[in-house]
Every structure is written in structure tokens, then in C-alpha cells.
């Protein structure tokens, strides 16, 4: 009885356990089954949630069209009440008197039919963007479309370029700036239904983000939907939706029904299933000691059978936006396309990338725009995930990240910045091993990421350090003024605002700061000098306050712009003549780089101080590594990036670089003005950057046939970028973009003669490739 009743508790411990096991394998199949169902309804949800951002989109271009069509309304009708008589007798007059009639407008102008005081303009006083849209509206069918343009003032403004007068030939153009905020308010009040709405101005680098609202889980279309009559367009982020299932509705509910059937099985067995009885046996009889068998041997137990080691989990490929990877660095709209998310797997790859070089550590900095810390935070612990020790500078210009790679020996940088690029924009600079990463190597990163080949288990180190009290000591000890010049700075509250007047007053400068604050929203102008508009308050400022001269730098403080005590801005090709002079005296025979951009003047005023001079491809990333294989001294681009090798570490630094102005202006041995010695640089004529629209594709192959067909007689040509045909006195370029299918020209000459010369050469060369061609000059 004692061994039947033994067995008996051993068969109801097993029946336990095996309930135990059964209600648990019952519960782990619901739950999978009420998860595939919800997978199911998010998956039969998604395309009316795709359908209802989508009508939104759609809403919102229509509201815009109508605004816009509206105020095109309210202009044709006071224009259509213009005397054509008194504009052509006194144009001034009757700009006065249209003024009167479009109290809105805040700014009108008025030009000849024939536009040429636009053909003939110093484009860089008169504004490159403005005399594009003007000769654009001279070539078009009908009426050009509505533009936006920066202003410092009230952040936007919309400009029309419409006809006065009937017909194909008007007998004037009037240019009429508007407010922006009408169209503002009609985008806001959209209702973005649960997804993301973001206004556009597409050009020739893109698509840049104006405005934005609504749900930030999804990413931006890469093509948004065009508003008639402009050049904006609106796009998209769909709402996120948890979807991790392949997105098969059928697949979801045959799963959502075989996990809730076999978990209602399980329990309908379990509910069926009852404990075991004890028996009553008998205790079975023992029989006599010679007829027992000897007792069986134990069994020796066998060793489990080994089991392969548990491999970690693969990391599930990063989503992320290809259209961050630059050609020479990392950006994107925060939020949408770049958040912590994707700087974490950044950094990840960033760090995989040094390790495999035999690098352990590098100097984070960030700008001072407002999403600068979390993105810098989340690469500083992808970095650190990855294995790699991170010395944190906190906010600092770009340059001073730079130079504190070199301070510490890292060889090794990242700077988390969006340079000139709108508020709701960031992105990264990366340097590794003295390599500034670009093109292939950022596509590299971005092939780390999409494929999950990121370490997440290393123990990098985290330190911080204050670099820019050996930034600014390491200038002064090298560059000095031998006058106290009268400075303005204008550091558009971007970063530069927290080194550069310190800097300046350290070499003797007497600086007047201007917006100098640093403020991510960029309260006053947008932070790029290459821009005119964003340089007049510079311009006033240096009047009002009686200054030598006014500097301005952008957003991370790596390009520097410059304007006289006359209003006069003096364009970065110019300042590297005179650096180049300055360099060359010292470091005679020495080679100086300039990009394709740049004037012909450079070449023979290089030659002329004794140096080589080096025509090469636009970008800081490749202007720096041509200078480490040929070992030049300088370098520049027509963008106001300046690298100093000489005396400097040959990175871009516009703060270095406006140092080293004023040290040559205030050290001039004649005792000459700023104007003076500038009025020594050689300038000409030229026109904006014009542009042809072909097909998706075509302007690649357009460039193929032009390259193999064109003939430009005795000009030397450049084909490095495009094709670039020089003359004695001027020259031309056309090549093809790389953002948009477009065909992008540009003239520069000595005088209006020639430039009326080239223009008529690449004219008869464009036509003969494609004699339906719709040329803009």
C-alpha cells in the first residue's frame, strides 16, 4: 500500500506540473493572439490613416493655391490700372503711385521690359536671387511662379515678379515683396489628421523646410505635393504605427486565429482534465531469498546532450532616411528624418568605423540650436556603446571642436551642427582619424546602420572639457593687430557669438558685437553671410557706429563674410586673394586651392604673388583632403570657407580667418583704409546661378552629349565639376545638379561686353546639343 501510494503522489505532482505547463502555454498563445489581432487592425487602419494625411496634404495645397491665387488677384488688377505711358517716362513715379494701390506690398520695384539694368547689374549689390527670378519671369510662358525669401527682419516674405502692360513684350517687370504670415496662418490651420504637414520651398540643393505641424512619429515624403502659381510644395509624415509584422492583413488574422484557437484549446483541455484517483493494490508478496534476483545495477546517467551556445539577438536594421547622407556630412529636419534615435545609431557606426582604424577616442561638440544637446547626447552614448571614450566640449563652433581634436590628440571629431541651415534643421560633421568623412565614407555609415552591424555592449568613457579659453590663447599667440581696429560682429545668435568677440578683442580689436546671443530660434537673420539680405544690419551697423569693419559668420561659426565701412560686401574669392598674398610672402612657390565657384581673377593673382594656384571640386570635406595630398597652404571656397595650414591646422575656421584679415588690414605698411586695400583685388561682372529644369535623369545625359559635343575654340576647360570654359576675360559654366534634374549655369567676365560674349557662345554650344533647349539668359 505504501508503494501505490507513492506512485499516486508522484502521478499528481506530474499532473500539476503538467496543468502548470498547459495553462501557461494556454495564456503566452492568447496574448499572441490578441497581439496579432491588434498588428491586424493597425495594418487594415494604415491605409485610411495613409488616405486621411494624404487629403490633408491636399487640403492644405489648396488652401495655399487660393491664398496665393488671391494675392495674384489684388496685384493684376492694380498693375492692370498702370498707365504703360508713365511708367516708361517715370518709373520712380510710378512705383510711388502702385505703392498707394498695395498697401500690403513691402517692397515694390520696378525694371524696363527689356530687364537690362538687371542684365547689367553688380549681381552681388543688386541680390543674386532677386535677378534670377527677374530674367526666369523674362523667359517663362506665363507668370513665374511665387518665391519665398529670407529676411532678417520678419523671418520670410513672399516675392512676385509679375508683367506690366499686355501682351508677350511688357514695357515693365515689377518686383513686390509680401508678407509671409498670411500664408503662414492658412498652412497652420490645417489640421495635419494625425500625421505631419510641412511647407517646402523646392530648389536647386532640395526641398528646405519652412513650417511644420502635427505628429512627429513618421518620416517626411521625399517628394512633396507642388502649391500651384509657386515654388513651394506641401509633403507628408504618415502617423507612426507599431507594426512589426510583415504587413499582411491575412498573415496578421491567420496568426491572430491560430494563437486565440490554440490558447481556447489548451484551456478547454485543461478545464476537461481531473486529478488521478489513489488505487487500492496489494502489497505484492516477497518471494524467498534464492529466488530473488540480484538487484539491477544503478543506471548511470547519461550527460545531457550539449546544446549550442545562445547567440545573441542580430540588431534589427536602423530605419533611417538615406537622404540625410550628404556628400560631406550627416543632416536632416529634427524630428522627422533626424532624431536621438538615428545620432545614436550614428554614433554606433561611427565608433565601429574607428575601431577598425585602431581609434578609442573623440571630441563631441554641439551648436546652439535647441536640438543640439539630445542629438549630441544620444551620439555621445552610440560612441560609447560602441567601445569609444568621448570628450565632451559642450556648445562650441564648429572650429573649436576641430581644434580641440587636435588639443587632445584624438585625430578624431564629431560636430553636431546645422550650420546655415533653417532652426528646425541639425546634422554632423565627422572627422576620423584627420579624415573628414564624405561621400563614399558617409555612405559607409549609412550602410553600417541599415544593416544592424553596430556594437550596443562597449563601456566607452565620458568626459567634459572647456576648450575655448586654449582656442582663444592659442590665436592670440599667434595673430596680434599692429592698430586697434573698430570691429562689428555679426554673429547671427549662433555659436560663434560665445567665442568671437573675445577672440577679437584678444588680438586688439575694438569689437561691437551685434546679435551675438546665442538663441536657436535665430531671432534676427538667418545665420549665413552668403546670403546679402542677411548681411544689412551688418552693413547699418558698421555706418551707424563709425566701424572699420563688419564681420559676420554662419550658424557653426566655420564661414566668415565681410563687409566695408561703405556698405560694400567683399566676396570670399576676393579675400583669398588677399590671403593668398599675405601667405605667399612667407611661403613663397606655395600651392592655393580655390573651388570652381571662384572668379577667374584668382588664378593670375596667385601667379602673380608667386604661388601655385589649384582649381578644385566644391566641399570642405575634398578642398582638405586635396590639401593633405598636395600639401597646399591655403584654401577657399566661394561659400566663405577658408583653411589655413600655414600658421593653423588646416581645417575651415571663418573665426581663424577673420583674425587673420584684421591682422593684415591693421598691419598694412602704407597705412591704407580696409576700402583701399581692397579696391587692389580685381572684381568684375557676373550673373546668379541660372538654372535649366529637364526630366528626372535627363540633365545627366544632357551633360554626357555636351561634354563629348561642345567646343569652346582657344578656352582652357575645366571639367572637374560640370564643364567650365575660361577666357583671358570671363568665363562660363554649366553642370548638372545633384540634388534636383536641373542644369545649373553661371558667368563671370571683366566687363558686360564679355560677359554678353561668353553668354552667347555657351548659348550657340547648349542649342547645338539641344536645340529645344529653354535657356534663361
Same mark, same amino acid.
Given at each position: 500500500m505504501t508503494m501505490n501510494l507513492a506512485r499516486w503522489q508522484r502521478t499528481a505532482k506530474q499532473f500539476? @506540473?503538467?496543468?502548470? +505547463?498547459?495553462?501557461?502555454? *494556454?495564456?503566452v498563445l492568447l496574448l499572441g493572439g490578441l497581439f496579432c489581432a491588434w498588428q491586424a487592425w493597425l495594418i487594415a487602419d494604415q491605409g485610411r490613416a495613409t488616405a486621411r494625411v494624404n487629403q490633408a496634404r491636399d487640403q492644405a495645397v489648396q488652401v495655399?493655391? #487660393?491664398?496665393? @491665387?488671391?494675392?495674384?488677384? /489684388?496685384?493684376a488688377q492694380a498693375l492692370a490700372g498702370v498707365d504703360p505711358v508713365r511708367v516708361q517716362a517715370?518709373? @520712380?513715379?510710378a512705383a510711388v503711385a502702385l505703392r498707394q494701390r498695395l498697401p500690403q506690398a513691402l517692397q515694390l520695384e520696378l525694371y524696363s521690359g527689356s530687364l537690362d539694368e538687371v542684365l547689367h547689374a553688380n549681381y552681388r549689390q543688386f541680390g543674386y536671387a532677386k535677378a534670377a527670378q527677374l530674367m526666369a519671369a523674362q523667359s517663362a510662358d506665363g507668370v513665374p511662379p511665387m518665391q519665398t525669401i529670407p529676411?532678417?527682419?520678419? &523671418?520670410?516674405?513672399?516675392?512676385? $515678379?509679375?508683367? $506690366?502692360?499686355?501682351?508677350?513684350?511688357?514695357?515693365?517687370?515689377?518686383?513686390?515683396?509680401?508678407?509671409? *504670415?498670411?500664408l503662414q496662418r492658412r498652412f497652420d490651420a490645417v489640421p495635419p489628421s494625425g500625421g505631419r504637414l510641412v511647407? /517646402? /520651398?523646392?530648389?536647386?540643393?532640395? @526641398?528646405? #523646410? !519652412?513650417?511644420?505641424? &502635427?505628429?512627429?512619429?513618421?518620416?517626411?515624403?521625399? $517628394?512633396?505635393k507642388p502649391v500651384p502659381g509657386s515654388t513651394l510644395s506641401v509633403a507628408v509624415a504618415q502617423p507612426g504605427a507599431y507594426i512589426v509584422l510583415t504587413q499582411s492583413l491575412a498573415l496578421a488574422l491567420l496568426l491572430a486565429l491560430l494563437g486565440l484557437g490554440g490558447g481556447g484549446w489548451l484551456l478547454w483541455r485543461r478545464a476537461r482534465a481531473r486529478a488521478p484517483e489513489p488505487s487500492t493494490f496489494e502489497e505484492p508478496q516477497v518471494s524467498s531469498v534464492s529466488e530473488q534476483r540480484p538487484p539491477r545495477a544503478p543506471a548511470v546517467p547519461r550527460p545531457p546532450a550539449a546544446r549550442p551556445a545562445p547567440q545573441p539577438p542580430a540588431a534589427s536594421p536602423a530605419e533611417v532616411d538615406p537622404g540625410i547622407f550628404r556628400a560631406y556630412d550627416v543632416r536632416g529636419v529634427v524630428g522627422t528624418t533626424l532624431t536621438a534615435q538615428v545620432a545614436k545609431a550614428l554614433g554606433q557606426a561611427i565608433g565601429m568605423v574607428m575601431r577598425e582604424k585602431g581609434l578609442r577616442e573623440i571630441v563631441v561638440g554641439r551648436d546652439g540650436r535647441l536640438s543640439g544637446p539630445e542629438l549630441a547626447g544620444a551620439l555621445a552614448d552610440g560612441l560609447r556603446a560602441a567601445g569609444i571614450d568621448v570628450i565632451d566640449v559642450g556648445a562650441a563652433p564648429t572650429p573649436v571642436i576641430y581644434f580641440a581634436a587636435y588639443r587632445f590628440n584624438t585625430g578624431s571629431c564629431v560636430a553636431v551642427t546645422g550650420s546655415h541651415n533653417p532652426p528646425d534643421y541639425n546634422g554632423f560633421k565627422i572627422v576620423v582619424g584627420g579624415e573628414t568623412l564624405s561621400e563614399g565614407a558617409i555612405q559607409d555609415l549609412y550602410r553600417r546602420i541599415v544593416e544592424g552591424a553596430l556594437d550596443d555592449d562597449g563601456q566607452g568613457g565620458l568626459r567634459h572639457v572647456d576648450v575655448v579659453p586654449d582656442y582663444i590663447e592659442r590665436i592670440a599667440s599667434d595673430v596680434q593687430t599692429e592698430r586697434a581696429l573698430k570691429v562689428v560682429a555679426d554673429c547671427g545668435n549662433g555659436i560663434p557669438g560665445a567665442v568671437v568677440p573675445q577672440v577679437l578683442e584678444a588680438i586688439g580689436c575694438k569689437v561691437v558685437p551685434l546679435y551675438c546671443e546665442v538663441d536657436g530660434h535665430f531671432p534676427n537673420h538667418h545665420p549665413d553671410p552668403s546670403d546679402p539680405h542677411?548681411?544689412?544690419? !551688418?552693413? +547699418? #551697423?558698421?555706418?551707424q557706429v563709425g566701424a572699420?569693419?563688419?564681420? #559676420?559668420?554662419?550658424?557653426?561659426?566655420d564661414r566668415l563674410g565681410v563687409v566695408t565701412k561703405d556698405g560694400e560686401i567683399v566676396y570670399p574669392d576676393r579675400l583669398l586673394m588677399l590671403f593668398a598674398r599675405d601667405v605667399l610672402s612667407r611661403q613663397p612657390g606655395a600651392t592655393i586651392i580655390y573651388d570652381v565657384k571662384c572668379t577667374g581673377h584668382l588664378k593670375g593673382q596667385v601667379l602673380e604673388a608667386g604661388g601655385s594656384p589649384l582649381m578644385w571640386r566644391t566641399g570642405h570635406s575634398l578642398i582638405k583632403a586635396k590639401m593633405r595630398e598636395t600639401g597646399a597652404e591655403l584654401a577657399g571656397e566661394m561659400s566663405g570657407h577658408f583653411f589655413f595650414k600655414e600658421r593653423w591646422y588646416g581645417f575651415d575656421d571663418g573665426i581663424y580667418a577673420g583674425a587673420r584679415l584684421l591682422e593684415i588690414l591693421a598691419g598694412d605698411l602704407e597705412g591704407r583704409t580696409p576700402e583701399a586695400i581692397f579696391a587692389t583685388l580685381p572684381k568684375g561682372v557676373s550673373t546668379p546661378e541660372l538654372k535649366i529644369e529637364l526630366a528626372e535623369g535627363e540633365h545627366y545625359r544632357f551633360m554626357e552629349k555636351f561634354k563629348a559635343q561642345a567646343q569652346f575654340g582657344d578656352a582652357t576647360l575645366v571639367t572637374i565639376d560640370g564643364v567650365r570654359a575660361d577666357w583671358p576675360d570671363g568665363w562660363g559654366l554649366?553642370? *548638372?545638379?545633384?540634388?534636383?534634374?536641373? !542644369?545649373?549655369?553661371?558667368f563671370d567676365a571683366d566687363s558686360e561686353a564679355a560677359l554678353t560674349r561668353i553668354q552667347q557662345v555657351f548659348r550657340e554650344q547648349l542649342l547645338r546639343v539641344e536645340p529645344g533647349l529653354k535657356l534663361p539668359f
Open positions: 500539476d @506540473a503538467g496543468r502548470l +505547463l498547459s495553462l501557461a502555454g *494556454a495564456t495655399l493655391a #487660393a491664398e496665393i @491665387a488671391r494675392e495674384r488677384t /489684388q496685384l517715370d518709373p @520712380a513715379a529676411h532678417g527682419g520678419d &523671418g520670410r516674405r513672399l516675392s512676385e $515678379v509679375l508683367p $506690366v502692360g499686355p501682351g508677350r513684350r511688357p514695357v515693365a517687370w515689377a518686383w513686390i515683396e509680401l508678407p509671409f *504670415a498670411p511647407l /517646402q /520651398q523646392d530648389g536647386d540643393n532640395g @526641398a528646405l #523646410a !519652412l513650417l511644420s505641424h &502635427g505628429s512627429i512619429a513618421g518620416e517626411v515624403e521625399a $517628394v512633396g542677411n548681411l544689412e544690419d !551688418l552693413v +547699418l #551697423a558698421v555706418k572699420d569693419l563688419g564681420v #559676420a559668420f554662419d550658424g557653426d561659426g554649366v553642370r *548638372a545638379s545633384n540634388t534636383t534634374p536641373v !542644369l545649373v549655369l553661371r
